[in-house]
Each structure stands twice: as structure tokens, then as C-alpha cells.
């Protein structure tokens, strides 16, 4: 494990990158972020938009090697929790409990009992959090995010950092609160060390099924379907939630599962559509991009599969720079 680690100026590490969807938001708040991702093709699509990169594990370093900065930033490999897996993680709360107590305890901590070792990196987060707090280097702000299964781990920790002496907040937010025009839940947590911190206010209103973009609080903002974002297709929602891959055969008519797919049917069988001049209804890599929120020409590395793979995995920006800036303090 490097004990030290040449990098460029910085403000905030990221733990499990991807191709950049806290470390765009993080930009646009005049952040720099240094990014950590194993994965190959995430990292070329970063190195191409100019975000800091080292490809590497984060098991494979001492948190101490990189110097002090005022931010940490964590969204931890979601596939073992999430409602689409087989839910070892989920069967696996208690053991990631206990494992959290572990660390908290300054004792080592063994991935190795679970079934899918991703399911032991959301333990991660905690482990540099503590490392630089016990080298005397705390992280001033802290903000995760994972599946909305994980929001019980993210309450567990806050118990931990807030007798670190950091003020704490947890949640789950939806992307369509924040002008993506996509439904995502995940769950969050932000902390600051110094002063209070709270989860970032919504700026649109949500989406709810038979509920028109004028009606709610008149104080948010409308909601955008997916026709607002690409000029065609859903015009009385946005889009399903973005997965992580395509499905082959006749369903290749959208990245994701089943369940999208029937709500999207559903809404053009309705009537509720604007189409494309094709007759089909599925998007390409670089509307998936902007329905996540991601700026026009953000240059995708690897195959189609990866290229999809990494779109569906990340935090969309529009969501990740409203909670940066309330964990940063960034207006």
C-alpha cells in the first residue's frame, strides 16, 4: 500500500469516480476533485474531460498518502444493494454494521467474508474519514451517495463521524427535484466540521404519476420530462430511472430493465409522446447522457456497453452540485 503519492493541486478526493459525475458538478462550483476508479474505461472518459485521475483500487492506498484538502467525496459500488441485484448487500447489513464498529474501533477490517467483495467497499468511505481524522488531517466536508438501500449504512456512519465532532445529515433525494429530467432516487449523506449542514433544498417540484408539471408549489420549479431535455419523446414525465447496461434482443429500445420499459410503453401507447421520426423509443448514448444531466459533449470512453455502464452508474451533476454545494458551503 503507497505510503505517499505524487498528485497535482487539488481540493476534494473522490472514491469511486466514474467518468466524473460529482467531479463535473464539483467544476462548475470551482472544485477540483481528484478522482479514484479502477474501472479502465471511466478512467479514459475522465482523462478525456479533463478531470484528475489516478486508476487504482482505493483498498490499494494509505488515505494519509493523499495530502490535506477540504473536501471527501464517496459513491461506492452499488450493484450488491441495489433493488436490481441479487441483494447480497442488502442480506448483509449486520455484517457491515459490525465491520463499521470495526474501524470505528481502529481495529482491521476483512472484505473477505462477503459473498461479493464490492458489498465491503461502502465500508470505505469510513475508513479514509478516520484515517485522516487520527492523522490530524480531517476532511472539512464529506459528501456520499449510494442506492436507497444504503441509507440505513449512511445513518449508521453518521453516528460515527458526528463523535468525530462533524455535524451530519442523511437522506434520499430524487433527481427530478433538482432539474434532471429523470426519476433517481439515492440516498445521501453530507457532513462539515465546522458549522451546521443540512441536505440541499429541492429547486423543482417532484414527480408524481397523474400530476401536471403546473401543479404544486408554485415556488419550485416544474419538473422536465424527457421530451423537455431532447425535444422528443415522454411529455408528461421524465424518464425511468437510467440503469447501468442495455438488454439485447427485441427489448433494446432503452438502457435498463423490464420496469422502465413498461412505464415507457405505457406513456406512448397513451399518447403522451413526441416522437422521433423513427417510430422506436430507444435512446442513444448521448441522450442517456443528458438525461442525466451530463453537459453536452462529454466524451465517452470504451465500447457501447461501457459507455452505457458508466452513464447509468454515476451521480447525475445537476443533483451532485446541489449537494456539494450544501455539504462545501458553496453557494
Known sequence: MPSTFAEPAYDAVDLFAGPGGWDVAARQLGITAYGIEKDHAACET?????????????RDFDPVAFRTVPGFIASPPCQTFSAAGRGEGRKALDDVYRLAKTL??????????????????????????????????????????????????????????????????????????????????RAFLVARLHGGVALPAPTHRPYKKNVAQADGDPALLPWRSMADALGWGLTHRPYPTIASGITGGPDREKVGGSGARKQIYAEKDAGRWVDNGTGIARISMDEAAVLQSFPPGHPWQGNQTKIFQQIGNAVPPALARAVLAAASGIA
Not at 46 to 58: F, I, K, M, N, S
Not at 113 to 128: N, Q
Not at 147 to 161: G, K, R
Open 46 to 58: 475522465r482523462r478525456a474531460a479533463g478531470l484528475l485521475t489516478v486508476e487504482a483500487d482505493v
Open 104 to 185: 470505528e474501533a481502529r481495529q482491521t477490517v476483512d472484505y473477505s467474508i462477503f459473498t461479493d467483495e464490492r458489498t465491503g467497499l461502502v465500508l470505505e468511505p469510513l475508513r479514509w474519514v478516520l484515517a485522516a481524522t487520527d492523522a490530524g488531517t480531517p476532511y472539512e466536508w464529506l459528501a456520499f451517495e449510494q442506492v436507497p438501500a444504503v441509507l440505513p449504512v449512511w445513518e449508521y456512519m453518521a453516528e460515527t463521524f458526528r463523535r468525530e465532532g462533524y455535524t451530519v445529515a442523511t437522506g434520499k433525494l430524487s433527481s427530478e427535484e433538482y432539474g434532471v429530467p429523470q426519476v433517481r432516487k
